[in-house]
């Protein structure tokens, strides 16, 4: 194929999206009370639910109901643990064979498109996330092109000189053509035409694309624009739709063919700009991604301790954080059900297919903007959690999709370093996660598992209050107050501390590693339920607040 070839005419064709109708002073107010009504509506019905859950335990102290409620998260995590305790020890006795396992290599090595967001990340961070896509093992024989999309002009982190838009162009990228400007390149999330500048070059020899959006619009809309080009750059001849004018599709169209020599991109790497890939993170996902049926592979996160000499108390809290959650239901989701809830935007690998990328999805309900007319819930799925709702879209509406953790595929981020930074990453998390969560409950094609799990996550959010008063309040029993039921939680409390004690020991870790995870859980078993109780607390209280107003009076 000729590089005239490559290219795809796309004048005669529309665009997907329309643009939508600019929002008003007065609608934009309106939507303001509106959201504040539905908050306060929420808060009137975790006050019901919890008056109504403790009152009836005070009434009926000795209803088992009670207690199985309370524990429930206990528990599906204990079920997990045994099952992943069995699997593994299986999988151990009896090792399968790569043809057992129905592992498929190809006989061409698969392309690669690397697609990193930035927005405020200083030289540094971007940097070290770029010289550790440069420098991964076992990649040599894959094609490879990487995209650097920077969600605005404007923004400067703290302490910063020049905005990240400027450190990319100045400071980062120097082998690289003139820039050009296009405006209208294509139609934003936000349905209004977004300018971008696009520049192309080498970095360390790899050939990237970077595209800078003039205004900022979220982190969504970058994920959007690159995966919908990639499916529709692979079907290129057959003249699609797109959201891009032609100017635009036609230049990065052209940059793959010609400088990055792909004509079919099979795989996203997704990375954040504060992430650093270990050497072999890529290539142990692609691995991962030839067992059947897979779509995407989330990485394992670690914090990065390198990023200052001393660890803080929020690294050793946060890391400790990962490893349990990571080391129980995403183990469970990889290995049992296949079908892992949320791909960690910093870190994961996603098959260019329809699935992930085509309009179905990505322009349908992933790419929907809510607008004035609607609810809260629309509004927090929309803009709060754009990894974990992907997941929860596929995993609703097809069946067949499977998602699967790479253990092996490390990625190293940077964390919250103060309470406020915190709580604010959490009140986002927690949203989201209640939010898709109602998702899984009620797709039509949810796993058995998932949707028993989603509803026991909303119980245990629901009534995160009550629990809280009838364990830590003196005057009021506990749940667990019979000797019967203070020995089941001990019994559950213990085959928890022993779980996770066999895995300190027995997962291949440094010892610093070990320590600093060990550390963090004690910190978790004293202060965590209060920590919990915090940002649950600011959850609740800032749940209408997302940063679409200022979004919302851009348009």
């Not at 809309?221 to 919908?228: A, E, F, P, Q």
């Not at 709702?389 to 092996?408: G, I, T, Y």
Request: net charge positive; aromatic share 12%; glycine share 4%.
């Amino acid at each position: 194929m000729t590089p005239a070839q490559s290219k795809t005419q796309m004048e005669d064709t529309s665009c997907i999206w329309e643009a939508a109708p600019a929002v008003s002073p007065d609608q934009l107010a309106e939507l303001n009370r509106k959201m504040k009504r539905q908050k306060y509506g929420v808060w009137a019905l975790l006050l019901f639910i919890n008056v109504t859950f403790i009152s009836t335990y005070l009434v009926w102290p000795s209803s088992r109901f009670h207690h199985v409620v309370a524990n429930s998260m206990t528990y599906i995590n204990t079920f997990m643990m045994f099952r992943i305790t069995f699997n593994s020890t299986r999988d151990y006795m009896f090792p399968k064979t790569a043809a057992q396992e129905e592992i498929v290599i190809p006989k061409t090595p698969e392309s690669l498109a690397i697609l990193m967001t930035c927005y405020d990340e200083t030289e540094q961070e971007i940097k070290n996330s770029l010289d550790s896509l440069v420098t991964q093992a076992g990649l040599q024989k894959h094609r490879q092109a990487m995209f650097v999309v920077c969600d605005g002009k404007k923004r400067k982190g703290t302490g910063m000189q020049k905005t990240t838009a400027e450190i990319l162009e100045h400071d980062v990228f120097v082998n690289r053509t003139p820039k050009k400007t296009i405006k209208n390149a294509y139609m934003g999330w936000r349905r209004r035409p977004v300018d971008v500048d696009i520049f192309t070059g080498t970095y360390a020899n790899m050939p990237f694309c970077c595209i800078v959006k003039h205004e900022n619009q979220a982190k969504r809309d970058s994920l959007i624009m690159v995966r919908s080009f990639l499916l529709k750059h692979n079907s290129r001849h057959e003249r699609p739709r797109t959201i891009f004018n032609p100017e635009t599709f036609n230049t990065l169209s052209t940059w793959l063919f010609e400088a990055a020599k792909i004509d079919v991109v099979d795989h996203i790497i997704g990375i954040d700009a504060d992430t650093v890939f270990h050497p072999s993170c890529i290539k142990y996902m692609v691995e991962e991604a030839r067992r059947p049926q897979t779509t995407a592979v989330l990485g394992y996160m670690e914090v990065n301790f390198n990023s200052r000499k001393i660890p803080s108390f929020w690294d050793i809290l946060q890391n400790s954080q990962y490893f349990v959650r990571q080391r129980a239901l995403r183990v469970y989701q990889s290995t049992i059900t296949e079908r892992c809830t949320c791909l960690a935007g910093c870190c994961h690998l996603l098959k260019v297919c329809e699935t992930n990328c085509g309009d179905e999805v990505l322009l349908g309900p992933f790419g929907y903007y809510p607008g004035p007319k609607d609810n809260l819930w629309r509004h927090l799925i929309a803009k709060v959690g754009e990894d974990r709702h992907h997941a929860s879209l596929v995993h609703s509406r097809k069946p067949e999709a499977k998602m699967r953790m790479a253990e092996k595929a490390i990625a190293y981020t940077n964390v919250p370093q103060s309470l406020s930074a915190y709580l604010n990453q959490r009140r986002r998390w927690s949203s989201s996660a209640v939010c898709n969560e109602l998702l899984m409950l009620f797709g039509p094609h949810t796993h058995l598992f998932e949707r028993v799990f989603a509803a026991f996550l909303l119980l245990y959010w629901a009534l995160f209050v009550s629990l809280f008063i009838c364990k830590w309040v003196p005057f009021i029993p506990g749940f667990n107050s019979t000797p019967s039921r203070k020995s089941t939680s001990w019994a559950l409390t213990m085959v928890y501390r022993v779980y996770y004690l066999c895995l300190l020991v027995g997962v291949p870790l440094p010892m610093w590693s070990r320590l600093y995870i060990g550390l963090g859980m004690v910190f978790g078993n004293y202060i965590g339920v209060y920590i919990k109780a915090i940002h649950m607390t600011y959850t609740l209280l800032y749940m209408d607040y997302f940063g679409w107003r200022e979004s919302l009076a851009a348009v």
